[in-house]
């Protein structure tokens, strides 16, 4: 399983960016999707995830009501849309991999960097 974050970038305070996350070597519809982020010093931060036919997500206190976690089965693609960005949501966000009932993501991306200037 391969998995290839895109769409970050630098947005000031206030703004969106939609990440995306393509899929491949495997069965997405299989897998339990979830997007974490890392900001410098820190440890690595869970935002919230999907299950396998976009039914059911979870997203963390931090990110609710401003994040939304989907996916596109037909495209095998991962999205999260971020809506109200301030600069404490500057990170590397990482998109994640797993098969239920498993409670580890076996399966991570490279990261793509979101900043957000004040």
Request: aromatic share 12%.
């Amino acid at each position: 399983v391969q998995l290839v974050e895109s769409g970050g970038g630098l947005v000031q305070a206030g703004g969106s960016l939609r990440l995306s996350c393509t899929f491949s070597g495997g069965t997405f519809t299989y897998y339990t999707m979830a997007w974490f982020r890392q900001a410098p010093g820190q440890e690595r931060e869970y935002v919230g995830s999907i299950n396998w036919s976009g039914a059911s997500t979870d997203s963390s206190e931090s990110v609710k009501g401003r994040f939304t976690i989907s996916r596109d089965n037909t495209k095998n693609t991962l999205y999260l849309q971020m809506n109200s960005l301030n600069p404490v949501d500057t990170a590397v966000y990482y998109c994640a991999a797993k098969v239920p009932p498993s409670t580890n993501y076996n399966y991570w991306g490279q990261g793509t960097q979101v900043t957000v200037s004040a």
